[in-house]
Structure formats: structure tokens, C-alpha cells
């Protein structure tokens, strides 16, 4: 598999999901670290206190293995240290942060490691916007996972050719509260299918909710409107099929637009999604390319889980 040479994240482990032990392989592999959990933005929208007790909360979940990072500014590092003192264990698991820097990249980077030293914190990650990139791509540490977020437009491409040229990631907006800046599953495809073939792994963010394509409220206001909303098993199953060697070159593309949870059915030692069979090892290539999705909500995702009877 073209994606053996890539290192598997490394994923917190909790109690097991009420799953058969070959089911909870197949999803472990899929679903493992998947959240970085980004409960301070919209549509949450959470104060600091209460992100960071969700994140505590969590942890110590059934469903903690799922689990990635917490996501959040680094200018607002300050005040998570601040609120996240009375959660901390000295002797426990460091709490990986997935941190969100604006330029110059390497300077705040070098104020947020020295704001979390000495304490059980992690910088597993960074997230940048930048507006300079190629400045950005070479001021960061080589062996720190970035994650650049791109646009998709006619110079998605090249964007994605200079961050595989400089080992960084890429990011990928995959919704919005606004149903005219939620991408197409054209447009989706065509960004898997570029990583793909420069081999550059990738994260997504926004709008991954829900694990099947559907339509879905954009907020959590009374009466939101609603828009047709791209689902995390949707995305994240076709990038797999996308690296399977043996796959038809397009059947990825399909898979994004399948909008009944019917579809997707979990079996032993694969997961079926209509006429594809996608293996737990096919699987396990596919997550060290697709890597994580941020959301605001931990909890939205597991309960439409359990009510497809997946956990």
C-alpha cells in the first residue's frame, strides 16, 4: 500500500465500544483519533472552561479512543493553560493541542512551547492560514505535523505541490455555516484526488458533524436553515478507496455523494459502503493519509453513530 511508509498517529485508548472485537478493529482503524475537538468555535462557539472540561470529560470517555487533539489560537493559549490547571495530572497522558498559528509561524511557535513547558501539555500540531506561505513552510521545525489550509480554486494544485515539496500537510474546509461556501463533492474529490497523488497527507475541518451525507441544520439556533452537509464516513472512507491499488479510479467519487446510512454497513474485517468493500488494511492506509477532522461537537458525532448501531 502506497501509504506504508507514513507512521500511524498515535491514538488515545479508552474502555472498548460495545462492538464485537473484530467491529471494534475495523473501526478503531477508522475512527481512531479521528475528532480534534474544536468545541471554542462556531457553530459551539464554547467558552474556554467549558471546552476544556468537555476535553477533560472525554478523555476519560468510552469513546476516548477516538479522541485526537484540542484544537484552539494560539494567542488564546494563555488563558486554556489558565483554565485547564485543575484537569491536569503530572503523571498522566500529555494532552495533545492542535494549535492554530498566524504568521510569523515560527515566532509563535516559540512563545507557545515555552507557554506549555513543564507542563503535561503537547503540541501535536499546528494549523495555519497562511498568507505567506512560502516563508511559513520553511520557518517551522521539520518534524512538527502542519497542516496548511488551502483554498480550492484553480491554484489548488500548485498550493498542494509546495506543501508536499516541503513535507508540510494540508487542510481542508469541508463545510460552513453559510450553505454557498460548503464545497461540492466535486470539488472534494478533486482535492483527495490531488493529495493523493502527491501523496501528501491531509485534515479536514467544519461541517463534519454527521457521519453520512445529509441534510442538516448549520447551527444549533432554533429554526437554523439547512443545507446538504458532507458526512465523516462519506469523506474519510472514500479517501481510503481513493488509495486502494486495486480500486476502480473513480468509484471514490461515488462514494462521497452516498447519502443513505443504510449504505454503510460494518462487517468483520472490512466495511461495506454499496457495491465497495473497503478492508480494515485498505483502512488503515487511508487514515495515514486522512488524517483527522476538527468539529465543535464530540458527543453529535458518537450519538449518530450509535444510531446507525456502529458503537
Same mark, same amino acid.
Given at each position: ?50 471546552? !476544556? ?15 485526537? *487533539? ?51 501539555? #503537547?503540541?501535536?500540531?499546528?494549523? +495555519? ?59 472534494? *474529490?478533486?482535492?483527495?484526488?490531488? +493529495? ?12 463534519? =458533524? #454527521?457521519?453520512?451525507?445529509?441534510? =442538516? ?9 439547512? *443545507? ?44 461495506? !459502503? ?21 468539529? +465543535? ?15
Amino acid at each position: 500500500m502506497i501509504w506504508d511508509t507514513l507512521p500511524h498517529r498515535v491514538f488515545l485508548e479508552g474502555e472498548p465500544a460495545a462492538v464485537s472485537t473484530a467491529e471494534s478493529t475495523v473501526l478503531r482503524e477508522l475512527l481512531g483519533g479521528i475528532v480534534d475537538y474544536a468545541g471554542l468555535f462556531p457553530p459551539a462557539g464554547l467558552a474556554m472552561s467549558a471546552a !476544556v472540561e468537555n476535553f477533560a470529560r472525554y478523555r476519560k470517555s468510552g469513546h476516548s479512543w477516538m479522541l485526537g *487533539a484540542f484544537v484552539l489560537p494560539a494567542a488564546r493559549l494563555g488563558e486554556f493553560v489558565a483554565a485547564v490547571q485543575p484537569w491536569l495530572e503530572p503523571d498522566g497522558e500529555p494532552w495533545p493541542l492542535s494549535l492554530l498559528l498566524g504568521s510569523p509561524v515560527d515566532e509563535n511557535l516559540r512563545l507557545a512551547e515555552a507557554t506549555v513547558e513543564g507542563l503535561p501539555l #503537547h503540541v501535536a500540531a499546528v494549523e +495555519c492560514r497562511s498568507d505567506a506561505l512560502a516563508q511559513d513552510l520553511s520557518s517551522l521545525p521539520p518534524q512538527l505535523d502542519a497542516y496548511f489550509e488551502v483554498a480550492l480554486s484553480p491554484t489548488l494544485l500548485e498550493s498542494l505541490e509546495s506543501l508536499a515539496a516541503a513535507g508540510r500537510f494540508a487542510k481542508l474546509r469541508t463545510g460552513s455555516m453559510r450553505a454557498a461556501e460548503i464545497p461540492t463533492s466535486v470539488q472534494i *474529490a478533486e482535492f483527495i484526488d490531488a +493529495c493523493a497523488t502527491l501523496r501528501l497527507p491531509f485534515k479536514a475541518t467544519a461541517g463534519l =458533524h #454527521h457521519p453520512v451525507r445529509g441534510d =442538516h441544520a448549520l447551527n444549533y439556533e432554533t429554526d437554523a436553515p439547512r *443545507a446538504t452537509m458532507h458526512g465523516f464516513l462519506n469523506v474519510f472512507l472514500a479517501a481510503s478507496l481513493r488509495v486502494d491499488p486495486v480500486a476502480d479510479a473513480g468509484a471514490f467519487e461515488s462514494l462521497l455523494n452516498e447519502d443513505s446510512a443504510a449504505a454503510f454497513r460494518l462487517e468483520e474485517e472490512s466495511v461495506l !459502503v454499496g457495491e465497495y468493500r473497503i478492508s480494515v488494511d485498505t483502512i488503515a492506509a487511508g487514515r495515514r493519509f486522512a488524517r483527522s477532522f476538527g468539529s +465543535c461537537s464530540f458527543e453529535e458525532p458518537i450519538e449518530d453513530l450509535r444510531r446507525m448501531g456502529w458503537l
